[in-house]
């Protein structure tokens, strides 16, 4: 699923979106923010993940949302995401996804 908006330079961005469905029957729909892997941890890729409001927020309104981190695998015709049970394994994962995002800001500024 993907979703348009436009930036403040008026082009059209096409945003990644997951829906995300738990074993007690709640969906969530999620932007992928980055999907990367970790050098400490080998080739295992991981996926950052933002949860999107059920509701379009009025333009002031800000909103709380929440980050999560998967592992995460694709193959031909599917997609999987697990939990990162190994609180070792998540905060290197976490620690990694900050630095991605602290270089995206230099690299804009």
Sequence with gaps: MS??????NEEELELETINLEYEDGTSDECLI?????????????????????????ADDE?????????RY???DDDVSLDVIEDENEYTLVEAAFQA???????DEA
């Design 33 to 57: 923010l980055d999907i990367f892997t970790v050098d400490a941890l080998g080739d295992q890729q991981y996926v950052a993940l933002l949860v999107l409001p059920e509701e379009e927020p």
């Design 3 to 8: 979703e348009e908006i436009k930036n403040n």
């Design 62 to 70: 800000e909103v709380d949302s929440e980050l999560m981190l998967y």
């Design 73 to 75: 695998a694709e193959t």
């Design 100 to 106: 991605l995002i602290e270089a995206d800001d230099e």
